[in-house]
Structure formats: C-alpha cells, structure tokens
Nanobody, 115 residues
C-alpha cells in the first residue's frame, strides 16, 4: 500500500518562497511520473507541475518560471520549489502519480500567501 506524505507548507508573504516535499512509501516511485496538484477553497483540484521518470518537467502556465519540480528516486521523494509566491497560489498542495492517479491522496500541505 503506497502512502503519500506532503510537507513544507506554511504562511508566507507575497514574493516569498517555500519548498514542498512529498514522500512516497512503497514500491513504484521511480518508474512513475509524478505530479504536484493544488486545490484552492471552492475550486477543483488542478495540476501544477509534472516530472517524468526520466526527469522531463512541465508546468501550468501560471507557475512557469516561478516553481521548480524535482525528484530524488533514492529517497522516494518529489519536491516543489516555489518562488515569487502570489496570493493566488494559496491552496492545499498534493502529490500523486502522473498522468494516472495511482494512489490514494495524502493529507496535503497548506500553502497560504498573504498580500
């Protein structure tokens, strides 16, 4: 049973930075593409950034140039470095496999950006 544990969220002023981590227990991490997703209050969950098993990265246009996704297969961990944060980045952030959601969602980590 794979478990996802997200961490690193917090409250930050606009323009600040945070680094999120997602630890994936169980087998299968290294062969799967991974994605970071976020859900703002009253909104649907959206895909933010993806990284393939070979390290190819893609971003939604709203975060391109500000966020960087990376992974450490030895640690079964995927990261999201978020710079130049904006109030509209406020959301609960989750990780999961990509493009197929393979595992139950974790608890997520709350990111709040104040103006």
């Amino acid at each position: 049973q794979v478990q996802l544990v997200e961490s690193g969220g917090g409250v930050v002023q606009a323009g600040g930075s945070l680094r999120l981590s997602c630890s994936v227990s169980g087998r299968g991490f290294s062969i799967n593409g991974m994605g970071w997703y976020r859900q703002a209050p009253g909104e649907q969950r959206e895909l933010v950034a993806t990284i393939t098993s070979t390290g190819i990265k893609n971003y939604v246009s709203s975060v391109k140039g500000r966020f960087t996704i990376s992974r450490d297969n030895a640690k079964n961990t995927v990261y999201l470095q978020m710079n130049s944060l904006k109030p509209e980045d406020t959301a609960v952030y989750y990780c999961n496999a990509y493009p197929v959601i393979r595992w139950d969602w974790g608890q997520g980590t709350q990111v709040t950006v104040s103006s």
